[in-house]
């Protein structure tokens, strides 16, 4: 191989790794969202049913009244 082709190569490699490291130090740097304010948490009655494995989930509390379904096996919980 031609040597201009291998520094070629080791300056690419050299860019992907650099990008990677950005990458990995800014997704450790982003801060965790806010917790719940324990004021806006209130009762609910609400159950879902995942159509794919089948899972139940009642749900009991929820900060405000209309409550969304999660996601379990990648696709949204169905509300029963």
């Known amino acids: ?21 950005r990458w ?3 997704l450790l ?9 324990p004021d806006d948490v209130i009762e609910v009655e609400a159950a879902f049913s995942c159509s794919v494995c ?3 989930l009642a749900v009991t509390h929820a900060q ?7 996601r379990h096996c990648r696709e949204e919980m169905e509300p029963i």
Do not use: S, Y
Not at 1 to 21: F, K, S, T, Y
Not at 29 to 37: C, L, N, Q, R, S
């Open 1 to 21: 191989m031609d040597q201009a082709v291998q520094v070629g190569i080791a300056i690419a490699m050299g860019v992907a790794i650099l990008l990677a490291g």
């Open 24 to 26: 990995a130090v800014r």
């Open 29 to 37: 740097a982003t801060p965790v969202p806010e917790g719940a304010d």
């Open 54 to 56: 089948g899972l139940r």
């Open 64 to 70: 405000g009244a209309e409550v969304q379904a999660p």
